[in-house]
């Protein structure tokens, strides 16, 4: 499995990466690999603000379906264009063009909270 160091991630197996005042989000390989193959993403929280841990939309995949949190307070302000036609790439390459939204934190510092790739390793026993 594939753990970039330079993100931070969530217990509920999110990831973010800080853009300036603007982070992109998706979900760890770990979790796609869980869910299977993803057929649909319903997000309907833009421009909306969030705080941490809220519900920003869902994944569907083939077995199941699965709430996304926000790893932070933040406005939710762009989908990825791509996942909408091809939810696919979110198994594909969930730290590239797998990516789910881009958020407007309120508090970078809120980032630093989040776990480690080390601590993340561990909490799914890689």
Request: glycine share 8%.
């Amino acid at each position: 499995m594939n753990f970039p160091a330079e993100l931070k991630y969530t217990q509920d197996h999110e990831w973010i990466r800080l853009e300036g005042d603007v982070a992109v989000v998706g979900i760890t390989d770990f979790a796609q690999k869980e869910l299977g193959d993803i057929i649909f993403l319903d997000i309907t929280t833009v421009g909306q603000t969030l705080d941490q841990g809220e519900i920003f939309g869902s994944v569907e995949a083939v077995k199941t379906v699965s709430d996304l949190f926000l790893p932070v307070k933040a406005e939710v302000i762009e989908i990825n264009p791509e996942i909408e036609k091809s939810p696919e790439l979110v198994n594909e390459d969930p730290y590239g063009r797998g990516w789910i939204v881009k958020i407007r934190i309120e508090n970078t510092a809120d980032i630093d909270e989040l776990l480690s790739v080390e601590a993340y390793q561990e909490l799914v026993g890689a």
